[in-house]
């Protein structure tokens, strides 16, 4: 059973520290799959869901991903993300609040930054309400 050492580590705590088969993440570029030995890599990580596999044909573990970055390198895996949270700590309401709230800032007008942000705020609102939807 191959595996690799994975670290998972949010602005505010330590999401997850330890041994893993398999995790697969929402990237800029389409969903990519890390498994032990993978080419030394960094990829840029957008918000979405995160799974990952702990042991081989093992349960698989999902969770809300925000934004950040992830390096892959000797068989070591170091996610970087400004959030992760687990479905169960998700609240319904206060994510549709922020969905609402970066709805209508797109709506305004804004520079080009303020844009950006309001769109990654919705993309990180819609992940999160997809992923509460998904264990109703």
Known sequence: ??????????????FYAG??????LPATDGERAVMAHHENAILAVC??????????????????L???FCEVANNRVTLL???VERPEEIDRVRAQEAY??????????????????SQAALAR???RLREVDKRL
């Open 66 to 68: 925000g934004q950040g």
């Open 100 to 117: 609402e709230r970066a709805r209508e800032r797109l709506r305004q007008k804004q520079n080009v930054r303020e844009y950006h942000l």
């Open 1 to 14: 059973m191959a595996q690799f050492e994975l670290k998972i580590i949010t602005s505010n705590r330590v």
């Open 47 to 64: 918000p979405g869901e995160m799974r990952l596999q702990c042991e081989e044909n093992g349960p698989w573990t999902a969770a809300v």
């Open 19 to 24: 041994s893993c088969h398999c995790l697969i």
């Open 81 to 83: 993300s400004d959030t």
């Open 125 to 127: 609102a819609l992940s």
